[in-house]
């Protein structure tokens, strides 16, 4: 099925519309359905009800009504204007922003679609590789700092706090050139 | 004869039986999705954004990655053309579909594709014959790899490669392997393995996308999971399950073979002689005789039949390869009368009648 809007994609989201004689379903593109809220097209275009994902992902009626509620004061992303709302209803991100928009809702979200799993776990590409290596590096040797304290040979946590400070620098310089999307 | 001609450069590498358990397993695929950090995702750029990004992908890929990549845009293809690309699982109907800013870069060998301006900005596919997962994503990842020296890729500490779509975030791979499963089909147990092995965090669908039915008993098996898992994790564990719908699969074969041999030889000879006689073949019947030959080749109850064109013809028989074919756009019944006369002359007068490669002048 050709989408409502443009006609010239596959519709692929089913928007619920509340209008006076009831809900009815638009069959919209993402693209579309994206659209339709961030640059509101027709005057009379009410606001949309949630459909299928926000079911499939927040279950239970409670969490339904609760982020309904919600709603108003929910984050915006500064970047392409999703509402975490609206993220719920197409089921897509904007942007790559739209992560840090929403980032403490994140993980329920994800630990519906991904088994509970909330973390990632695999490739890093390159540039931050070097950035995450060193911080292990750095917690690594605040451990190996404690347990030297901890066991009073101060002249050898003196050396590991040293070696710590030493490669904060070099994070530090790091993250200068340009490593981070959302540099710390 | 030009046919001839037609179908050689329409046959691309995974369509050559090879790698681990070929009876089986038709192809493997991985994909990953990978976004630039600066920009919308394709759902929400503009039009400027969709040109830059473009712009930036072919510059790295064209120039550092490797020479011998073509690029196509989507909107200066043919409908047909860009369904035949499709059809040869090179790139995917959303694609097709991008009329505007889609592109897509292909390897010479066919082997790699990098869509662009598909949901994210790039989805690298190695597609290979086989049961091949190991090379299918290394060979992926290397592209990745050299890619991302030169692309500020959209990553994320916590979450990993950020995609426009919650269900790739984390790794960003979907690895996918098509498997032909006709005795587990034949004997029902599919439906109880489905369920199963989508507890176990995969998924299994028909090979034409979601919800479809399987034509032809042939199945997609692919990772559900990005988040969490290691790509090494989630290629092992697929190749695990893969690894146990294949036992599943042979086991049952003998079993048909041992208990209803002459059944199952009597339906494999008669879609034999439907596919080599036939003056109608709609696509549903043809998808069903290919499955039935296919089996009969691999229990060699048919001898003189190639494997080869099987792979081929479950690509040729679908309605882009053939209208491309004919050269002109056919009603149903015309794609019916199509499909007969290809698959009578590709039976005929396939690789193992005449030796195309050494023969031809
Ligand atoms: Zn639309
Ligand atoms: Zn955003």
Known sequence: ????????????????????????????????????????????????????????????????????????????????????????????????????TFRERL??????????????????????????????????LRTNMQEAIQEEQFEQAAVLRDEIKDWKQKLAAEIEEGGSAHGE | MGNKRFMQNAVTGWMVP??????????????????LREFRFPIAFSDEQAEEVGEIVSEALLSEVEKGYSYTRMKELPQLDRQVLVEKHLISPQLADAEQFGSVFLSEDETISVMVNEEDHLRIQCIYPGLQLENAYQKANETDSALEKKLPYAFDEEFGYLTSCPSNTGTGMRASVMLHLPALTITRQINRIIPAVSRLGMVVRGSYGEGSEAPGNVYQVSNQLTLGKSENEILAELANIVSRLIAHERRSRELLLEKSRIALENRVFRSLGTISYARLLPSAEAARCLSDVRLGIDLELIEDVEMSILNELMIFMQSGFLQHYEGEELTSEELDISRAKLFRERLKNGPSKADEQTDRP
């Open chain 2, 18 to 35: 090879h790698g681990e358990h070929a009876d089986i397993v038709m192809s493997t695929r991985i994909r990953l999705a990978r976004n």
């Open chain 1, 1 to 100: 099925m050709l989408c409502e809007n443009c006609k010239e994609r596959q519709a692929s989201v089913i928007l619920m519309q509340d209008t006076q004689n009831g809900p009815i379903e638009r069959n919209l593109c993402e693209k579309c359905a994206f659209n339709l809220q961030t640059f509101s097209i027709s005057p009379n275009q009410e606001p949309m009800s949630i459909q299928q994902f926000l079911s499939q992902w927040l279950s239970g009626s409670e969490s339904l009504h609760q982020q309904t509620r919600e709603v108003q004061k929910m984050p915006e992303c500064p970047e392409c204007g999703l509402t975490f709302h609206r993220f719920l209803e197409i089921g897509k991100f904007g942007c790559p922003t739209c992560y840090e």
């Open chain 1, 107 to 140: 993980p329920k979200v994800f630990g519906k679609l991904h088994n509970g799993n909330t973390n990632h776990k695999g490739k890093i590409p390159a540039s931050f590789n070097e950035k995450m290596t060193i911080k292990k590096k750095i917690e690594e």
